[in-house]
């Protein structure tokens, strides 16, 4: 009863060829995230969204975007992978509430840049 | 967002009570403690969460001291399955949904 999927499961793409990671998810939930952890490390949150509103984090470098068109949907693109953009990539996802909600996470895609 | 700290590793042995504290100083009123527990390659699964005092559902349990500046998440009879890295996470219920930021987590290694 997968509820946050992502696809693919494993990406390879060369050094500066856009790559785009897919999320979706079948909990109808307000807000969607994008997560960056690379090996032996904590996820890094990247940005997200609450409905259509885009929130980036301070220190999300450029080359890095997102997109939600709709509810279920949500989309990253690097648009110049670096060897230093090799990581994995998580997707997860809240209600909003005025009680807190835990973060439902996707088991990720794995980016490899050759 | 409050920074959190907690042990990097620890060994258990199987059929063990295992008790991971994690120190948030400077957590805020509004802020509130949730743990994660992350297989290797899978994303982080919410194991409980909560604000004061003690919580309890079906495979952990939560203790926050009066001051809340720590809390404990307790395994009972851990197994081998057990066996991943665990987060503690201090996080503000901001416009209606959470926001939080991920600690160095505690890898937890039980052992037969």
């Known amino acids: 009863d997968a509820m946050v999927i992502q696809n693919p499961r494993y990406q390879v793409t060369q050094f500066g060829k856009p790559v785009t990671l897919s999320c979706s998810q079948t909990?109808?939930?307000?807000?969607m995230y994008w997560y960056q952890q690379k090996s032996s490390q904590a996820p890094k949150l990247l940005f997200h969204?609450?409905?259509?509103?885009?929130?980036n984090e301070a220190d999300t470098p450029d080359n890095f975007q997102s997109r939600r068109p709709n509810t279920s949907f949500c989309f990253l693109d690097i648009r110049s992978p670096g060897l230093g953009d090799a990581a994995m990539y998580l997707c997860?996802?809240?209600?909003?509430?005025?009680?807190?909600?835990?973060?439902?996470f996707g088991d990720g895609t794995r980016l490899s840049i050759l | 967002l409050a920074k959190t700290t907690q042990p990097i590793s620890m060994d258990s042995y199987e059929g063990q009570e295992v008790n991971i504290t994690c120190s948030h100083n400077?957590?805020?009123?509004?802020?509130?403690i949730t743990w994660y527990q992350q297989f290797p390659s899978q994303g982080p699964r919410f194991i409980i969460q909560?604000?004061?005092t003690k919580v309890t559902n079906e495979v952990a349990s939560l203790f926050i001291p009066a001051d809340r500046k720590s809390s404990t998440l307790s395994l009972p009879r851990v197994s081998l399955s057990d066996t991943a890295v665990y987060y503690c996470?201090?996080?503000?219920?901001?416009?209606?949904?959470?926001?939080?930021?991920f600690g160095i987590g505690t890898k937890l290694q039980v052992i037969p």
């Open positions: 400077n957590i805020a009123t509004n802020d509130y």
């Open positions: 969204y609450y409905d259509k509103d885009f929130n």
């Open positions: 996470l201090v996080g503000v219920l901001s416009g209606g949904y959470q926001k939080v930021t």
């Open positions: 909990l109808n939930h307000n807000v």
């Open positions: 909560g604000y004061k």
């Open positions: 997860a996802t809240s209600s909003r509430d005025r009680v807190l909600q835990p973060q439902h």
